[in-house]
């Protein structure tokens, strides 16, 4: 007869290989169950309205906020897909073609360099002008052709890109009508304290949903400012270039400035003053203030985390998940604070009468020594 000791530990090598492979076999859709998860969130307080409204109807409600989610978030998603993937086809046969010429630019703004500008072009063993303007105008190619390949590639996986739609959409359909119980459950399989689980849960959500809000809110309101501003000046795919800008805004502090300066560096270079002038001071006033009052509003007021906290997990969950980082690093941050508050007994006062005694007290003395 074996122990009860080596019962659990069995017991616990089993739970962990078949979680492990359970994982493994979602990973190739991680993005789509992470976003249903993710947009199951955001629409569960309009779905909860539905529900109030459609009692006894759970599908039918889960089906309306589906609908809603559909018309909100994917189909204006979609249209910009397509119209980006157009416009940057076409912005690079323009460029292989030579219609668009980057050296021709490069060259236009070398010219207005003053006299130490040229000296240290000449320190950096760059010994003429055509030289600078060939380097510049291969890398623009290649960035280019790197670029159109990457959104290219999402029509040549049409089929792969519609499966991961439809699994993330039906397992959206149902996160939402199951959702509150499914989270229970899950709540309840997790051992620990009753007032830890609901604070790492409330983190959870809260954390999501401002980051995501958050951000997606100022990338949306950047990219659609910066597009339209470029449209108005009349350069060339404004679309492209405001969508690469709302990407970019995801960027804490850095964001679209990647974009908007050189563009207003060439517009002074070519004697376009005013132009130039325009780009610096809206983007400077205008879509800074969206910026730095948006962002920690909609992000760092919920999540409670400072500004450069949010700038650095959110650079690391890009290098990491990709554009699901932008999500991911700060959900992580938001966690490791919380459980670290939870040990130390310093989590907020609304909390610590549920916390346990013991555990605070524990804490409390370690300090002390």
């Avoid at 962990?16 to 990973?27: C, D, E, H, Y």
């Avoid at 009349?234 to 502090?253: H, N, T």
């Avoid at 006033?285 to 400072?306: A, E, H, Y």
């Amino acid at each position: 007869m074996h122990s009860p000791t080596f019962q659990n530990r069995t017991f616990l090598l089993l739970l962990t290989a078949v979680t492990v492979a359970f994982l493994a076999i979602l990973w190739p859709f991680y993005g789509a169950v992470f976003w249903a998860v993710v947009l199951a969130i955001l629409f569960m307080p309009l779905h909860r309205k539905l529900v109030a409204r459609l009692p006894g109807k759970p599908n039918l409600a889960a089906l309306g906020t589906l609908g809603l989610c559909l018309l909100l978030v994917i189909l204006p998603l979609m249209l910009l897909s397509l119209s980006l993937i157009q416009e940057t086809a076409q912005l690079y046969e323009r460029a292989r073609s030579g219609q668009l010429n980057f050296g021709l630019y490069a060259q236009q703004i070398l010219a207005t360099l003053p006299e130490w500008a040229h000296r240290l072009l000449a320190h950096l063993h760059i010994s003429s002008l055509a030289e600078l303007q060939e380097k510049f105008s291969n890398a623009a190619l290649q960035a280019s052709q790197w670029l159109a390949s990457k959104v290219l590639s999402i029509g040549q996986n049409t089929l792969g890109f519609i499966v991961s739609a439809c699994i993330m959409l039906y397992l959206l359909f149902f996160l939402l009508r199951d959702g509150v119980a499914l989270g229970q459950r899950i709540r309840n399989a997790i051992p620990l304290n009753g007032a830890h689980k609901r604070n790492l849960s409330s983190k959870f959500a809260t954390v999501v949903r401002a980051t995501v809000k958050g951000n997606i809110v100022v990338a949306a309101a950047q990219g659609a400012l910066g597009g339209l501003i470029f449209w108005v000046l009349d350069i060339q795919a404004p679309i492209f270039w405001g969508v690469l800008m709302a990407f970019l805004s995801l960027i804490p502090a850095v964001g679209s400035a990647i974009i908007w300066v050189p563009a207003a560096i060439y517009l002074f270079a070519t004697g376009q003053l005013w132009q130039g002038a325009f780009i610096v001071g809206f983007f400077v006033i205008i879509v800074g203030l969206v910026d730095n009052i948006l962002r920690p509003l909609l992000v760092g007021k919920d999540t409670k985390m400072p500004d450069y906290l949010i700038l650095i997990t959110t650079l690391g969950g890009m290098e990491i998940y990709g554009i699901n980082g932008f999500v991911i690093g700060p959900l992580i941050a938001a966690l490791f604070i919380a459980c670290w508050n939870l040990l130390s007994g310093r989590e907020h006062a609304g909390n610590t009468d549920e916390i346990d005694e013991e555990f605070i007290e524990e804490a409390k003395n370690s300090r002390n020594e």
